[in-house]
């Protein structure tokens, strides 16, 4: 256990005085939630929802060269990003394991934004600083330069667009662009975690709550209301998407994670990985490992990650993240199974539940996807 106190968010004492339930997640004081998590997930659902997602970290890197750093650091072709655009993408180990998942933010033409995971910021930092050698770029820690609040959910183009003459309706999703928010400066993406429509805005932090508060007077008419991490963690779950330390981590590649479509050989230069990558691609293809599959409860007990998947009295897999689904009425939980249990409807699967074999129906993901 880290002895160093938590870090707080610009916005620490505004949760404070909205009664929020905070918890330590990844060193930073972080509000778990304000009221009930299944109001603020069935708010993010139907109206709209407000994150503070200050926690994540930021990494600038500039130059002549940064492109061409980040092709060789990361797996994904970088260099091939617009001006304006984002991708999402991995940084691997040498031996192809994953050391996190990444949004880079092309915001110039030798400027781009990184942002890592909370848990895993300081290990992204300090890979893109030692394989900058010898590249004409320069590697910034800009944890501090920012804060980030995000408002997802269908109403959040409407609450956005009373507060910015920015052009949201031609920013696409994983785009960002900068402008102005309540007379806030801003990066305005169009990203998020929750599998709906949203923004993602990068501000200074001592305008952060300027900002909150003026996104909270705006979207209350429609129903927003602030959203904590344990909301944040359900909407992802039902969108099938992954985290970091439960879907991912750095014993699986991206193949092994299914998300071998990240991987860009193709793209010029060697990257980092690029070897030990191509046997696993390979080794996907003629023999797949486990299979990330959704999983949804016959019954009410919900499975915990780290709990055995099993058929036939065997173990065939393990439940990597677990919980109640608000908009399926049932738990739900995402799981590393042998492929030949990994087809949609397969017979006779169930999660051990303390010695209890509960039945779950294997299914596609993601669980939800939202209505264009």
């Not at 040498?94 to 949004?103: E, F, N, P, T």
């Not at 994983?174 to 801003?186: E, F, I, K, M």
């Not at 897999?317 to 739900?332: C, D, H, N």
Request: glycine share 12%; aromatic share 6%; with cysteine.
């Amino acid at each position: 256990m880290s002895s160093s106190p938590l870090r707080r968010t610009a916005l620490d004492a505004l949760h404070r005085s909205l009664g929020a339930t905070m918890t330590d997640f990844a060193g930073w004081d972080m509000p778990l939630r304000y009221g009930s998590e299944r109001d603020e997930h069935v708010a993010v659902r139907t109206r709209a929802g407000l994150f503070d997602l200050s926690h994540m970290g930021e990494i600038t890197v500039t130059g002549p060269e940064a492109a061409r750093l980040l092709d060789h650091a990361l797996v994904g072709n970088i260099g091939s990003v617009g001006v304006g655009r984002a991708r999402y993408t991995m940084i691997c180990q040498a031996d192809g394991g994953i050391l996190d998942d990444l949004i880079v933010y092309r915001l110039g033409e030798r400027e781009y934004m990184v942002v890592a995971n909370a848990s895993n910021a300081q290990v992204v930092l300090d890979a893109l600083v030692e394989r900058s050698a010898g590249f004409d770029a320069e590697v910034r820690d800009d944890r501090d330069a920012y804060a980030l609040i995000a408002v997802q959910g269908p109403e959040s183009p409407r609450i956005l667009k009373s507060l910015t003459d920015a052009d949201l309706d031609g920013l696409k999703y994983y785009a960002g662009l900068p402008g102005t928010v309540a007379g806030v400066p801003a990066l305005i993406a169009r990203t998020g975690y929750t599998g709906e429509d949203g923004f993602e805005l990068f501000v200074a932090p001592e305008r952060a709550e300027k900002l909150w508060q003026a996104l909270t007077e705006a979207g209350t008419p429609a129903g927003l209301i602030p959203c904590g991490l344990s909301c944040r963690d359900t909407l992802r779950l039902e969108a099938g998407m992954p985290l970091y330390g439960h879907e991912l981590t750095t014993s699986l590649t991206p193949f092994d994670a299914g998300l071998g479509r990240v991987v860009k050989f193709e793209k010029e230069g060697d990257f980092v990985g690029r070897t030990a990558l191509l046997e696993a691609a390979e080794r996907a293809a003629q023999n797949p490992p486990r299979v990330l599959v959704g999983l949804v409860a016959e019954g009410r007990r919900v499975p915990r990650a780290g709990y055995a998947v099993v058929a036939g009295g065997e173990v065939i897999g393990e439940v990597t993240s677990g919980a109640p689904s608000p908009t399926l009425g049932r738990p739900i939980a995402m799981a590393y199974v042998d492929a030949a249990h990994s087809a949609p409807g397969t017979a006779g699967v169930a999660v051990d539940i303390r010695g209890s074999h509960e039945p779950y129906a294997v299914v596609a993901l993601p669980f939800y996807k939202r209505q264009k």
